[in-house]
């Protein structure tokens, strides 16, 4: 059971680079969600999909888009890469208990945006 | 809107000696609260949870936490250390039915041999 799979797991990219970052998992888990990781900030919300077919903006949804392309799949775009945007991203996915089941998370992706 | 507070960004403690991380978190209502804990280079591992019933959960690896409404607190505990513990440990409250939690900070724990 592969769980939460993300790729790739290291980018460069120039500013203004456009990349998507995709997330696919394999729990039949309804919802799904892109945090970013940045030192001393723990892990802020950019977008979630609490189901197949919905998308809702997080914390810090500047400067990104989503899609959730069926249950499996929640990609995540950057469309103007900025330096800003340099950080560690996880996809994380949670299953039908909402608020008492855990989240699993992805290896993360590496983004560096120079 | 809801909150969390980890303290402590860093601590370092002697292999076998004990460990309290600490919690707090700010909201309303009843939390539902989780530990993760992440290695180097990894993704977030569930430690334990809580969300009702009794107020000292077991987890993972040694670990247990206890939830104390008076002090809106959900500090971790591991009474032996190993060299392996040596990671960063979030502290996590999901309030709404979408399951969208709030991270704390973090607190990274080194372990001295």
């Known amino acids: 059971n592969a769980g939460v799979t993300q790729t790739p797991k290291f980018q460069v990219l120039k500013t203004g680079q456009s990349m998507t970052l995709q997330c696919a998992q394999d729990?039949?888990?309804?919802?799904m969600y892109w945090y970013r990781q940045d030192p001393g900030m723990g892990l802020r919300l950019i977008y979630y999909s609490a189901s197949e077919g919905t998308t809702d903006k997080g914390e810090v949804p500047n400067g990104y888009n989503v899609s959730r392309l069926n249950k499996r799949e929640f990609s995540l775009r950057l469309e103007s890469a900025a330096p800003s945007q340099t950080s560690v991203y996880f996809c994380a996915s949670r299953g039908q208990g909402w608020v008492n089941t855990e989240a699993f998370f992805g290896q993360g992706t590496r983004l560096t945006v120079v | 809107a809801q909150s969390v507070t980890q303290p402590d960004i860093h601590i370092t403690v002697s292999e076998g000696a004990s460990l309290e991380l600490r919690c707090n978190y700010s909201?309303?209502?009843?939390?539902?609260l989780f530990w993760y804990v992440q290695s180097p280079g990894q993704g977030l591992q569930l430690l334990l949870k809580y969300f009702s019933g009794d107020t000292l959960v077991q987890g993972i690896k040694g670990f247990e936490a206890e939830f104390k409404r008076s002090q809106s607190s959900f500090n971790l505990r591991k009474p032996s250390v190993h060299w392996s513990d040596a990671a960063e440990y979030f502290c996590?409250?999901?309030?709404?039915?979408?399951?969208?939690?709030?991270f704390g900070d973090g607190t990274t724990l080194t372990v001295k041999p």
């Open positions: 996590a409250v999901a309030i709404s039915r979408t399951g969208k939690s709030t």
């Open positions: 729990m039949n888990h309804n919802s």
């Open positions: 909201y309303g209502a009843t939390p539902y």
